[in-house]
Structures are given as C-alpha cells and as structure tokens.
C-alpha cells in the first residue's frame, strides 16, 4: 500500500514543514511523529528541552518523535509533522 503525500499534508493533524535556511521551525503543539519525504539527519528539541539528532533517515519513513522545533542543520526534506 502506498501513502498519498497529499493527502497527508491536508489532513487534519498534520502540518507540511519547510525547513529555512537558517533558525529553527516551531512545532508548538509538539508532535507525535515527523513522516521524512526525502531522508537525511533531523535534528530537533524534544519537550524537555534535549536536542536529538537522528541520522540518515530512509526516504518515506515514519520517524516516532516528540518534536518542539526542528533545526536548520536538517538535512532531510518534505517533511510533515504529525499531531
């Protein structure tokens, strides 16, 4: 079965992030899951307040995470942030 990307970034709950050039993209509700389109490493704060970065995350993965922002040293792209 194949996940329709559309369909993802309009659903209720999720949210397309678009990681700038440089500073950092908020998540305040926090996230329950990152879906990673392109892979790479994401870095981001966790609720408590620890940076974690994950290393070379697949293409088309579902990353289980508890996210407060995501960082510009994020090299992974099409990201949707799941609530």
Do not use: H, W
């Not at 899951?33 to 704060?45: K, Q």
């Not at 697949?58 to 040293?73: E, K, Q």
Request: proline share 5%; charged share 20%; with cysteine.
């Amino acid at each position: 079965m194949t996940t329709d990307i559309r369909r993802l970034e309009t659903a209720k709950g999720a949210q397309e992030i678009t990681v700038p050039g440089s500073g950092t993209v908020d998540c305040p509700r926090g996230t329950r899951a990152l879906y990673v389109g392109s892979g790479g490493n994401i870095t981001c704060t966790l609720p408590e307040g620890g940076e974690v970065t994950f290393s070379n995350v697949p293409d088309g993965y579902t990353l289980t995470v508890a996210a407060r922002t995501i960082d510009t040293s994020t090299t992974a792209s099409d990201i949707v942030a799941l609530y």
